[in-house]
């Protein structure tokens, strides 16, 4: 028996959305992405904070759709809630990206740096200060070649190292919470 597909494209999710008993949205992205843009109705718990807590959600939760940008966070939740025994979770395919293509609506507010984007910035940053340190200081364009290194390894193995660490700076982080209180904002909720 092969397991069915965990993905939900954009124009399925819409009509689950207005079904009487709607999914419940879990937005893994960090706080100031989605502060910045979210889907009505969903709630943010950020990767590292559904890791820690899949245990504790294990029975308490169903018919969970996992929302990012691109969807690849999304499927590193859903890996987690799968090993933790939650079934009945699925993934937003290609994510916040897809959800606005199809002209869905997104709730707004200001606008921020997704973490992908500072991944760039970062990255562009260490391998240019390599190059160009390298002709001033010897064996600083080791950097770059690190990077380099980095990158290929977070595309082979669809994780990213730098994301996890520019996760948790300050701005991209929200205030602690329980699995208690993601479970009782997620039971309360109602559209």
């Not at 819409?14 to 709607?22: G, T, V, Y």
């Amino acid at each position: 028996m092969t397991k069915m597909s965990p993905k939900i494209d954009a124009a399925s999710l819409q009509e689950r959305i207005a079904a009487p008993d709607p999914p419940r949205m879990l937005d893994v992205r960090t706080p100031a992405e989605f502060a910045a843009a979210h889907i009505p109705g969903s709630y943010n718990v950020p990767l590292g904070t559904l890791r820690e807590h899949r245990n504790e959600l294990r029975g308490r939760l169903e018919h969970v759709v996992l929302v990012c940008r691109t969807g690849n966070r999304a499927a590193q939740a859903e890996r987690a809630l799968s090993q933790a025994g939650m079934t009945n979770v699925h993934i937003l395919d290609g994510g916040i990206v897809a959800w606005e293509a199809v002209d869905a609506p997104l709730n707004r507010g200001r606008s921020r740096w997704d973490l992908e984007r500072q991944v760039r910035l970062v990255a562009g940053a260490l391998v240019l200060t390599g190059v160009l340190g390298g002709i001033v200081v010897s064996g600083l364009e080791w950097l770059a070649v690190a990077i380099g290194a980095g990158l290929t390894i977070a595309a082979l193995t669809n994780t990213c190292l730098m994301g996890m660490l520019l996760a948790r700076l300050p701005f991209n982080r929200a205030p602690a919470c329980s699995a208690e209180d993601v479970v009782a904002i997620l039971r309360d909720r109602r559209p």
